[in-house]
Structures are given as C-alpha cells and as structure tokens.
C-alpha cells in the first residue's frame, strides 16, 4: 500500500518561509516515479504548484515560480517542497502525490495525473 505523509505546515507572517515534506513509503518497485505538490484554499479547486518527473525535472505554477523549489532526497523517500516569501494567497491545504509513471513534467500540475495522495498539511500566511 503506497501511503504519501505530509509534515511542515504551519501558521507564518507574509515574507516568511517554510518547507513541507512529503514521506513516501510502499512502493514496491524501485524505477522512477513522478511527484507533484497540490494545494487547495476553501472554495477553490486543487490546483498544481510544482512537479518533479523522473528525470529530475522540475515545473512551477507561475504563480510561485521564482519563490518555491521542490526537491526529492531518494535515500530518504521525501519529497520537498521549500516556500520562500509567502505571501497571504499562498494560504492552503498543501498536498503532494505520486504516480509510478513516467510523466512528462509539462503534465505534472494536472491533478488527473496522479495515482496517490496524501492527507495534507496546512499553510497560513497572516498578513
């Protein structure tokens, strides 16, 4: 059973920073997957933030291009997700997902993408 276990997030004053993590276990194969960070602000729809294919390349939402980086430790199974300069719209439930394919990164900000979720942790940005 492939779970995903999100951690980092927490309440932060504008221009301030945090990461999330995103610890991977179950997987029963060790060839390349892809992973992506999604979040949702109430009465919105989940939306990509960034992804990371199985080459090690990255995409952004424009939205935070420039603030946020993902990153993966393989050793530790985690997944990353660093904020910088958080701003209040930054404000969700953040989560990350995996699938065992082999995704382009230009797909990796579709929800319909991904096979695996985890439970979310949230992000608040006061202003």
């Known amino acids: 059973l492939v779970q995903l276990v999100e951690s980092g997030g927490a309440s932060v004053q504008s221009g301030g920073s945090l990461r999330l993590s995103c610890v991977v276990s179950?997987?029963?194969?060790?060839?390349?997957?892809?992973m992506g960070w999604f979040r949702q602000a109430p009465g919105k729809e989940r939306e990509g933030v960034a992804g990371?294919?199985?080459?090690?390349?990255?995409i952004y939402a424009p939205a935070v291009k420039g603030r946020f980086t993902i990153a993966k430790d393989n050793d530790k199974n985690t997944l990353y997700l660093q904020m910088n300069n958080l701003k209040p719209e930054d404000a969700a439930m953040y989560y990350c997902?995996?699938?065992?394919?082999?995704?382009?990164?230009?797909?990796?900000?579709?929800?319909?993408?991904?096979?695996?979720w985890g439970q979310g942790t949230q992000v608040t940005v006061s202003s």
């Open positions: 997902a995996s699938t065992e394919h082999e995704v382009d990164r230009y797909l990796l900000l579709q929800r319909v993408v991904f096979k695996y």
């Open positions: 179950g997987y029963t194969h060790t060839g390349p997957y892809s």
């Open positions: 990371l294919d199985f080459t090690g390349d990255d």
